[in-house]
């Protein structure tokens, strides 16, 4: 299922002993687990399926993109890094590439319409 990851982007930055981290959702239940080095995806009826490690601590936002919606894209942070942690983790404040064998779901389109008075 899953065929490569590399790092596309420099914007420069679990605890698994006993605290669950930040989980921010995104589409087809994935989830990046702040403070846990992973995205994870659940199933519809909310049971744990699989996480992909990450070469960083901070994953904050997954989205699939490219032209066939066959990569995951997911930012990372550098907030609260100390100077040792960021040598530690080179890659951390970039957006990693995921490729998949499969397709994922598109995220939604906005429109902002113009305000009436």
């Not at 992973?38 to 993109?65: K, M, W």
């Not at 894209?73 to 957006?95: I, W, Y």
Request: glycine share 8%; aromatic share 8%; hydrophobic share 40%.
């Amino acid at each position: 299922m899953l065929s490569s990851l590399k790092v596309l982007s420099d914007k420069t930055g679990l605890r698994r002993a006993g605290r669950f981290p930040l989980s921010l959702r995104n589409v087809e239940d994935w989830n990046a687990q702040y403070g846990a080095w992973r995205v994870a995806r659940y199933a519809p009826e909310r049971s744990f399926d699989r996480a992909i490690e990450l070469p960083v601590s901070q994953p904050t936002c997954p989205a699939f993109g490219g032209s066939d919606l066959k990569t995951l894209f997911v930012t990372s942070a550098t907030k609260g890094l100390d100077e040792r942690q960021l040598e530690q983790q080179p890659n951390a404040g970039r957006v990693i590439a995921i490729d998949f064998e499969i397709e994922g779901l598109a995220g939604h389109r906005a429109t902002w319409l113009p305000q009436t008075e």
